[in-house]
């Protein structure tokens, strides 16, 4: 009934505001959609549009919500949570041909951009006046701005710099009522009313589709230095770091990867760290010349005090380039070792990081399950990859078992069950161990508020949909998730 | 059962009485005064405000109760001044969870035994945790170090029904779930009441430096300025000064860190900024204060400096009033300052004719604090964009209108 309906009568209304050239409606063009970063999740899209301007954003968005049926918002589809994932009975809005850099305002540090720019671009923009833009999530030469937006994104440099939400001043946004909204200061520090944009930030595309990004840009740093230092063990570099982050200095950025990470790079990229590493350590720091050049000493004085028994630094880019290339093919790498992997996100106050690591262990022990530890030690993320074999009985389910208790421990810990990834379709059941009723309860107000009707994005973040209230004023069209029974998702 | 009855018997700890004319909030008297202490205590004495329909407005140490609009009616202010502590300070996170009542002072001064401090300015003397998120007030040292909003991980609040709800945690990085926190910080109180703050904090600079240089007018001020913004001097902060509206131009740059990189960097502070330059260890009269008895604030982009202090020098001239500027140029948030002498006819002209100049810039000006009689025929807060949108969410958090009502933006 529903596929009837978006097969017929939603197309003819989506192709008359959009147009034939932005309506996929053909099944196997529709497939090459069914799933972002996180590809073992995959649902077929009802219907595609590729919009090309804000305008059929604005279109799509009011068509869906005359009639009711749900849309997802998509960049590059790089997202590793499931935030992207199609729905069936709906629409999947990409926003991939809207890479226009509108403004580069070097004097008032701004650029504003469309949402389908990717993350480097803007950097490249900012490159010939010597600014760049901070946030760097690993995947920035084709992840894009919009996409960070509804992640709130970070990169290994965010612990210095901060995240994404650091770095938006002001959007405007296609709200899940059709209505195109600006928001937040733009060019200006702050504008007077809520922070709508802090809001929207890293709400995962449940809040409306952002139309245009106005983003900071910063002085691209005097002196960039990247040390590399081997240790035994994971607990030696986890002290190094303490004592490091202790003694007051701020790095741009601290990875760790422990043996089993480093073995899978060697096999992948041919990384050429120290033989026998047990943990490397990754140190950046950035800044003015005067200031970084003491701090490189005395980082290393602190890896050479916890028992760093081979330190390199790179002597230029390429050197940096190399250091980094271990880290960086991580992910990827680890398919040399193992046929199948869970990526887990969680977050732990730095200090516990030794205490967590061990526990990790003898989980990955006592279940006979491989762990590889890829992480950002500085903020504590770990990227733990839970390795397996989906061809072996029971190993799979063997697996989640031992990440969903990595997760417990990260809570355990005080921390967070996401770092960077998003909670998406991915984690939505984990959200009532981080949260409270009431605290998730609440966080749906802001939902209720922006997406009364439930079509933005829904069956994401949250385990079970808040009804909205009648709000005065505002009509409210047939509650889709009603219907389509969001709870099958998970 | 009266209602000061059922507020004494929610404030276990804390406690309850009737309000008196020191308690008025912007001119606006209230009837009960409750100091709950902890998150629920707040609760249930929300509760009790929200079982009869009490309006409510969350107090700390008052430094600000007269910035935005008086509310509409305040029935019960909920002092928040009992609850002041550092609940939980992890010095090797360089994290710290803090009761909302805790002055700013008091948090430094507990942060810094560990060689750590908030890069957040006292501007207002006095003010507590919860007043400088509620009104999201940042100083100088957001030029490197972000605004308050940037440096809180979690927060703790309580709904205006009374229900106790928390945002973020207390690891520096996390992405479940919405982020409260920016929509809290900057709220004036009007979406529920912060009790509890989770900061991300930062090593105390061991050494630091103001390099301060005086020009003619704010012509001379657009070359080392920009020199400044595009340097590699990483200050932390930039600040401008105009004591009268068509007098000398100050500008300040704090260098901060340990003692070499703070001596080079402030060698090469001074040779941009040029002219006669002066240095020293200690803040120069003035730094990270606000100008005048009635003060407003304006925010424009980093570069709009020049033209923001030309404005102010004409449009100061023209309605016959003597503006002082003071403020972030490196992050493009200006102070303007009157006396108390000033003509309501005037201020508004001034006001008026700010956004008219600031709105093609892209910036906007907002009284934060001014007479309360001025205040009947001024718009506070100026335009605003996404306001329906604001008031959707205010309907959800608030429904009934009984936190700071009248309060914020467009009537919220």
């Not at chain 1, 994401?460 to 909205?468: A, I, Q, Y």
Request: aromatic share 4%.
């Amino acid at each position: 009934m529903i596929t009837r309906d978006l097969t017929g009568r939603l197309a003819d209304a989506l192709r008359r505001v959009v147009g034939d050239d932005a309506l996929v409606t053909d099944p196997s063009e529709l497939r090459t959609y069914e799933c972002d970063g996180l590809s073992h999740l995959r649902v077929v899209p009802g219907l595609v549009v590729l919009a090309r301007s804000s305008h059929d954003i604005q279109a799509v968005v009011a068509t869906c919500a005359a009639a009711g049926v749900p849309f997802v918002a998509r960049g590059s589809g790089t997202g590793l949570s499931g935030g992207a994932l199609p729905r069936a009975d709906g629409v999947l809005i990409v926003t991939s041909r809207m890479r226009d850099i509108l403004d580069v305002d070097i004097a008032n540090q701004r650029a504003v951009l469309e949402p389908g720019v990717t993350n480097l671009a803007v950097s490249r923009a900012g490159a010939p006046h010597g600014y760049y833009y901070a946030p760097d999530p690993s995947s920035q030469q084709v992840c894009s701005i919009g996409g960070n937006v509804a992640e709130n994104s970070g990169g290994a440099h965010c612990l210095k710099y901060g995240f994404t939400t650091n770095h938006v001043t002001g959007l405007e946004i296609v709200t899940p009522a059709g209505e195109v909204v600006e928001i937040g200061a733009g060019a200006a520090a702050d504008a007077p009313g809520y922070d709508l944009v802090g809001a929207f930030v890293g709400s995962e595309g449940t809040l409306g589709i952002a139309t245009k990004v106005t983003v900071r840009l910063l002085r691209a740093p005097e002196s960039i230095q990247t040390l590399l230092a081997a240790f035994a063990d994971t607990d030696a570099a986890g002290g190094a770091v303490s004592s490091i982050i202790a003694a007051g200095v701020v790095p741009a950025a601290i990875e760790m990867m422990d043996a089993l990470a480093i073995s899978a790079a060697e096999a992948a990229v041919r990384c050429e760290y120290p033989a026998g590493a047990g943990a490397v350590l990754i140190v950046e720091l950035d800044g003015p010349a005067s200031d970084v050049a003491p701090a490189l000493e005395e980082v290393e004085e602190h890896c050479r005090t916890h028992g760093a028994f081979e330190i390199r630094m790179a002597a230029d880019d390429e050197e940096r380039a190399r250091i980094w290339k271990g880290r960086k093919s991580a992910f990827a790498a680890v398919g040399r070792i193992s046929p199948d992997y869970i990526v887990q996100d969680g977050v732990v106050p730095r200090t516990t990081l030794p205490d967590v690591l061990r526990e990790i262990a003898r989980l990955s022990e006592q279940s006979g399950i491989d762990v590889a530890n890829v992480f950002h030690a500085g903020d504590g993320n770990l990227h733990p990859l839970v390795l397996f074999d989906g061809a072996v009985e029971g190993e799979e389910e063997r697996a989640e078992e031992v990440s969903a208790r990595i997760l417990e421990l990260c809570l355990a810990h005080g921390g967070s069950i996401t770092g960077e990834h998003g909670v998406g379709v991915d984690k939505a059941k984990s959200m009532p161990k981080m949260f409270s009723e009431d605290d998730l309860d609440t966080m749906q107000l802001l939902r209720c508020a922006f997406d009364p009707a439930g079509i933005c994005n829904p069956g994401k973040v949250f385990p079970t949909p808040r009804l909205c209230g009648e709000v005065p004023g505002r009509r409210q069209g047939v509650h889709p998730l009603h219907e389509a029974g969001v709870a099958e998702l998970f | 059962m009266s209602v000061l009855f059922e507020l004494e018997r929610a404030c276990t700890t804390g406690h309850a009485r009737p309000a008196t004319a020191a308690d008025a909030v912007d001119g606006v008297l209230a009837s009960h005064v409750a100091a709950p202490v902890g998150s629920d205590e707040v609760a249930a004495v929300v509760r009790v405000a929200a079982a009869h329909r009490l309006s409510l407005l969350a107090r700390g140490s008052g430094t600000k109760l007269d910035w935005g609009n008086p509310p509409t009616s305040v029935d019960l202010v909920v002092d928040l001044s009992g609850m002041r502590g550092v609940l939980e300070h992890a010095t090797g996170d360089l994290v710290a969870r803090v009761e909302a009542g805790t002055p700013l002072a008091a948090l430094q001064e507990a942060l810094s035994g560990a060689g750590q401090r908030l890069p957040v300015d006292e501007l207002v003397p006095g003010s507590t945790i919860g007043g400088l998120v509620a009104t999201g007030l940042s100083g100088p040292c957001r030029m490197l170090h972000g605004a308050v909003r940037d440096l809180i991980t979690g927060l703790t609040f309580v709904r205006a029904d009374g229900v106790v709800a928390r945002s973020g945690s207390k690891v520096v990085k996390n992405v479940a779930g919405y982020d409260l926190a920016r929509l809290l910080t900057g709220s004036y109180g009007t979406l529920g009441i912060i009790t509890e703050v989770i900061f991300r904090l930062r090593p105390l600079a061991t050494h630091r430096r103001y390099v301060a240089a005086t020009f003619d007018d704010e012509r001379q001020l657009t070359a080392p300025l920009q020199a400044m913004l595009g340097s590699q001097v990483a200050p932390s902060a930039l600040e401008v000064g105009r004591a009268q509206p068509a007098g000398p131009v100050t500008l300040v740059a704090l260098v901060e860190g340990r003692e070499a990189g703070v001596t080079v960097r402030a060698a090469g502070a001074a040779r941009l900024l040029g002219g006669t330059v002066s240095e020293t260890d200690t803040p120069p009269a003035g730094w990270a204060t606000l100008p005048g008895t009635t003060t407003l604030k304006v925010s424009a982009g980093v570069g709009a400096t020049p033209a923001v202090l030309a404005a102010v020098r004409e449009l100061g001239a023209e309605h016959g009033c003597s503006p002082s500027v003071r403020g972030s140029a490196g992050v493009g948030v200006l102070y303007v300052g009157l006396g108390p002498e000033v003509a309501p006819g005037a201020l508004a002209g001034l006001v008026v004719g700010l956004r008219g100049r600031l709105g093609a810039l892209g910036g906007n000006a907002v009284v934060l604090r001014c007479p309360a009689e001025v205040k009947a025929s001024l718009d506070v807060w100026g335009p605003v964009k996404g306001l329906e949108l604001m008031r959707r969410v205010k309907a959800q958090f608030d429904p009934d209108r009984r936190l700071a009502p009248g309060r914020f933006v467009g009537g919220i």
